[in-house]
């Protein structure tokens, strides 16, 4: 059977997070005995931190990660990283705030042996119309830096083959903001097989995002300069 480790970023989210890993805890059923849920909560100042802790003592496929960076790209590439060092076969990854369905996920599993990666493309979202629409500046902006052609490149339900993901990590550093929209780039840039597949995006299911427009007009900016940076390596 092959290993899957579902890894998740989260950060203040005692709203949410019982709710979330509840849900996802079961997809691990039926795979390799390695499998693992992965939470990375490192800064929260909520209950988040407490609450994995009382659900990972009956469930013992899950870990949490409290040495990470506390921005959301430096705990996913630390989630990456841990994942591939662990021998994952697979990589899922989603967010922690309940904006994804675990219904959805055995789509994705049933076609990973064609596929390097299959990554959800939010076609309705229900975070807002400016969310949607720092997406569609993004994938333009991918289009011109890069010349590679996505309908969603940051979308948070993914499942990849863990040692794709391999090759291409060490490229970021440690603490790169937006390691998602890269490697949706490198995976499409350098021609591995992939799937963009409709998924259902719903609002917040609870509590405030860390991550508001002001903070995301900051980060495009310097992603500006990280765009340049990274197509000079390829």
Known sequence: MDSLYIVMPAYNEEENILDVVTSWYPILEGKDPASRLVIADSGSVDRTHELLENFKKDHPQLEILSDTGKQHGPKVIALYDYAIKQGADYIFQTDSDGQTLPEE??????LRKGYKGIFGHRVVRGDGKSRA??????????????????PDANAPFRLMEAKTVAKY?????????????????????????????????????GGTNSINIKKIVKIGWKALGDFRRLKKAM
């Not at 996920?105 to 049933?110: E, K, L, R, S």
């Not at 440690?174 to 840039?189: E, G, R, S």
């Open 133 to 150: 629409f720092v997406e569609k500046v993004v994938c333009f902006l991918l289009k011109c830096y890069f010349h590679v052609k996505v």
């Open 105 to 110: 996920f055995d789509a994705f599993w049933q």
């Open 169 to 205: 990590l060490p490229r970021l550093d440690k603490d790169y903001n937006l390691p998602n929209i890269m490697m949706t780039t490198y995976f499409v840039y350098y021609g591995e097989e992939v799937s963009f597949r409709e998924v259902t995006f719903r609002p917040r299911q």
